[in-house]
């Protein structure tokens, strides 16, 4: 059994937390949060954060769905298991564990940067489950939060780097933290302290500056996997950020390998539209039919 870890402390009014035990000593326990009722809408997080970063998205949308917020397995809450891969066909796997062990069908996923590559490959993979995808700045093209600007191509770099490179990835000061997440808004007030709190939190669990390393050196696995786009059946929604990290060619090559797919481009955004526009998000999942 896995060790009892404290939970967030952050609580979102109206959820509970739940986890999923682990099938084998190779993969973790996965925590979730869930809320609503209704039909399944999952929630998958980015880089470096956790389910609560759905936290102003949830409320707006759990009047009419079931909502699964999960944390990314070694993310969050999620069990961290030593030397256990962070590429994105075993993130992938964590999503498709949610999906099959709930026995979620007909399932709406949402996805922004990371969770949106895993939204699309994990549709790829389950056509039978997951009836539409909504994926929000997708990060699959190089450079990624190394575009948010010096700060983040520093720390990005040296966490990366051999040798230095573990002892980098464990020191996290709030001021650093703080000013790469602002690097992803438009609005840079949409961070609130509280949450950059948690996410240092977090960051103190024993193995996480692994983790944060190892999906680090992994993100090039979530470019090869732009390859499974086109196997996607479901519908597909693509919103970006005016001000994503992405630029207007990454978008257009998505829009190339997904041509059926809707499009939206929400005006002084960033990466982060959970955080600062979930109206958006919300708008686009309560007008579906």
């Known amino acids: ?3 009892q870890e404290s939970g967030p402390t952050i609580h979102l009014p109206g959820t509970t ?3 999923i035990p682990p099938r084998s000593d190779r993969e973790g326990q996965l925590h979730y ?3 609503g009722s209704g039909a ?3 929630l998958l997080h980015t880089v470096r954060t956790q389910a609560e970063h759905f936290r102003h998205l949830v409320p707006l949308i759990a009047g009419r769905y079931t909502v699964y ?4 397995p070694g993310m969050g809450h999620s069990e961290i298991v030593p030397g256990a891969s962070y590429d994105e066909p ?3 796997a964590g999503v498709k564990r949610l999906l099959t062990e709930l026995d979620l069908n007909d399932v709406t996923s949402v996805g922004e940067s990371m969770g949106a590559v895993l939204a699309l490959t994990t549709a790829a993979d389950l056509p039978e489950r997951v009836r539409r995808v909504v994926a929000v700045n997708a990060y ?3 450079g990624g939060i190394a575009r948010s600007g010096l700060l983040a191509r520093v720390v990005v770099g040296g966490v990366l780097a051999p040798g230095v490179g573990p002892v980098i990835a464990g020191v996290e000061p709030r001021p650093v933290l703080r000013k790469i997440l602002r690097g992803g808004l438009g609005d840079r007030t949409a961070l609130r302290e509280d949450y950059v709190d948690e996410l240092l939190r977090v960051g103190t669990r024993p193995g996480y500056p692994t983790v944060a390393r190892a999906v680090y050196q992994a993100l090039p696995s979530l470019i090869a996997a732009r390859s499974r786009y086109p196997e996607v059946k479901a519908p597909v929604h693509l919103v970006y950020g005016e001000k994503d990290w992405s630029r207007p060619s990454d978008r257009e090559a998505n829009r190339r390998l997904l041509p059926a797919a809707g499009f939206t481009q929400v005006p002084k955004a960033g990466h982060f539209i959970a955080l600062e526009r979930p109206d958006v998000l919300a708008g686009l999942l309560n007008g579906a039919d």
């Open 90 to 92: 075993a993130m992938r």
């Open 1 to 3: 059994m896995p060790a």
């Open 17 to 19: 937390s739940h986890t």
């Open 33 to 35: 949060l869930k809320a």
């Open 69 to 72: 917020a999960l944390d990314l």
């Open 40 to 42: 399944p809408v999952v």
């Open 140 to 142: 699959d093209f190089r």
